[in-house]
């Protein structure tokens, strides 16, 4: 499998997302632009992934005890993180949360609280989308970063 392809699975897995695409594409030699754009892209498409499955699948599994016991611990703990922000905030606060590249703090976890929170669906889109877009933005300028400084340091050696 080609490392772009593999970075943009990479993108499109909810614990990775870009915090794992990116690096590996970068790591492996892909042009920062091709890179960003390929994982940005690919990470924008945890919001339909999560919108498709909870206003389709949600329904019908909730009435088995298994998902209900995970899905109503994962409700409380979206809650948990990202409610008082996204009350507060709105739209900006759905747009920071996703943006700032730590774990469960990406696509997913921003699709999810949008979908709880009843945020419209096209709001939430953007919101999504643009909080991808800036951490993509971020991940990219510190792995850059981080890579040019251990060169450095490596020459000095």
Do not use: Q
């Not at 909870?54 to 409700?75: A, E, Q, R, S, T």
Request: charged share 15%.
């Amino acid at each position: 499998m080609s490392d772009l392809i593999y970075s943009i699975i990479l993108s499109m897995v909810p614990i990775a997302e870009l915090r794992g695409g990116i690096p590996y594409a970068l790591a492996n030699g892909i042009s920062p632009v091709t890179a960003y754009f390929a994982c940005t892209l690919a990470n924008i498409l945890a919001f339909p992934i999560v919108y498709i499955f909870f206003g389709f699948f949600h329904d019908i599994f909730n009435k088995m005890d298994w998902y209900k016991n995970l899905f109503d611990k994962l409700v409380l703990r979206t809650r948990n993180k990202v409610g008082d922000k996204i009350e507060k905030w709105g739209f900006w606060g759905l747009m920071i949360f996703v943006m700032i590249p730590l774990p469960v703090t990406g696509a997913y976890t921003g699709s999810f609280a949008a979908w709880i929170f009843g945020i419209e669906k096209k709001k939430a889109f953007l919101a999504v989308s643009l909080g991808v877009f800036i951490a993509g933005l971020i991940v990219t300028a510190i792995f850059l970063s981080g890579s040019h400084a251990l060169d450095f340091l490596l020459k000095k050696m």
